[in-house]
């Protein structure tokens, strides 16, 4: 459920998220910087009881054995549509926002070395909380941290990231397979998982030869959970799209069928963010001002918020009805042709020729007012490619497997990490 894009003037980069400036923290070079390849011995006293907030004696099994799960659940679903004027709900509902949130935080997860994924909790720490695909994710971590603090130590941040996108799918008339719960928090960030060689947010040094990606990497660029929604390093060529999607997919456990499921479920929901010009969105979380208090991101385009976000760069809902479970995706990707076009903050996009009125969706803050619908290169690559487009239209003419496999797949993208 990606809201990431590049420039495609600039391979590796974007406008949104500053993708030229290198990773710095507003002090001098330490050691590390001097000699990068210097042995790294941190990584054999991370996460050492002796710093472990929750005490030694701390057993999160017993104490999620005592957690209320239907009463989580009943704060969870009033969440959903307890708009908050400091970060308002498209559509008076959060339910895209956590099921984006959720879903990055388990798309990490990649099978060459079983890393990442929803199981710790780490979406909250450097490097994650601050990757240009979790723009403005801090914002839908605050919004849990009533349902948290309630809950206390019964239930972890791991456990709540993905219990709420199950909540958000279901209150939008989805179908889930289950929850399970267990996920252990981390208390600081990990040292043992390589991310990539890249020095700068949206490199793409991983690739050799006919574009084959370094194991055990899945997502094609730094900072990213899968691919580049625009195509390749920017460029909007839908097959070319197909191959990235299909390998970065296939390098987190999913097969085809899965990986139509996820993206066409997961983009019946919502919309994606680039209301205007990129370069008034300020640094991400670990980079920002103190006084912004873990947040990051900070836009002065218009309100900064609600209708003139800016996130991705993409802009627009990919259906007319972005919180409800339907068959909307496919009506509207097999029911008009597309062209390409660019979003406000410049960034590549595919819209309709002819766009009817019944496809239009709602403005996110005005009800009463329509306006376009998009979909990113990536989407149009379930309608190029041969075999995705196969599967689509399957789906398409059976709404009760498209809706199982769905909450299959999404099942297996939350737990798969969990053994």
């Known amino acids: 459920m990606s809201e990431q894009n590049q420039n495609s003037g600039a391979a590796g980069k974007c406008p949104v998220i500053h993708g030229s400036n290198t990773k710095v923290g507003g002090r001098g070079a330490m050691n590390k910087d001097w000699w990068p390849n210097q042995l790294n011995l941190a990584i054999l006293h991370q996460h050492s009881p002796k710093s472990d907030p929750m005490g030694a004696d701390f057993d999160y099994a017993e104490e999620f054995s005592k957690l209320d799960l239907a009463a989580v659940k009943q704060d969870l679903t009033a969440l959903m549509t307890d708009s908050q004027d400091w970060w308002p709900a498209d559509y008076g509902h959060y339910g895209p926002f956590m099921i984006r949130m959720a879903w990055h935080a388990a798309g990490t997860y990649r099978t060459a070395d079983g ?8 979406q909250r720490f450097a490097p994650l909380n601050s990757w240009p695909d979790n723009g ?8 849990l941290w009533p349902v948290k603090k309630k809950y206390g130590n019964k239930l972890s941040w791991a456990d709540l990231y993905v219990l709420a996108g199950n909540v958000a799918i279901e209150s939008m008339g989805g179908k889930t397979f289950g929850f399970g719960g267990g996920r252990k928090d981390i208390w ?3 040292e043992d998982v390589y991310w990539g060689a890249e020095n700068t947010w949206l490199g793409n040094k991983r690739y050799s030869g006919e574009r084959e990606l370094e194991n ?3 997502a094609v660029q730094m900072g990213l959970i899968y691919v580049n929604p625009e195509g390749p390093d920017g460029n909007p060529d839908p097959l070319a799209s197909a191959r990235d999607v299909r390998e ?12 139509v499921a996820l993206t066409a479920g997961g983009h019946t929901f919502g919309k994606t963010h680039g209301a205007g010009d990129a370069a008034l969105v300020g640094p991400e979380p670990e980079a920002a001002p103190i006084e912004q208090m873990g947040f990051g991101w900070k836009s002065s385009h218009g309100s900064g918020k609600g209708r ?11 259906t007319p009805t972005p919180t409800q479970w339907d068959m909307s995706y496919f009506d509207v990707l097999f029911g008009n042709e597309w062209e390409l076009s660019k979003s406000p903050a410049g960034a590549n996009q595919w819209v309709p020729k002819n766009l009817a009125e019944k496809d239009m969706a709602p403005d996110a803050e005005d009800a009463s007012k329509r306006v376009g619908i998009m979909m990113s290169t990536a989407d149009m690559a379930m309608r190029e490619d041969p075999a995705y487009r196969k599967i689509s239209e399957h789906f398409h ?5 498209f809706a199982d496999a769905f909450a299959r797949a999404w099942f297996k993208l939350t737990h798969r990490d969990m053994g």
């Open 216 to 218: 055990p990497l899945a």
């Open 248 to 259: 970065t997919f296939a390098r987190m456990a999913m097969d085809d069928y899965e990986t």
């Open 188 to 190: 600081a960030p990990e």
């Open 136 to 143: 403005n994710l801090d914002k839908a971590r605050r919004l």
């Open 115 to 122: 890393r990442g994924g929803a199981s710790t909790g780490n």
């Open 308 to 318: 003139d976000t800016i996130t991705s760069g993409l802009e627009g809902a990919w």
């Open 397 to 401: 003419k059976n709404p009760e497997e």
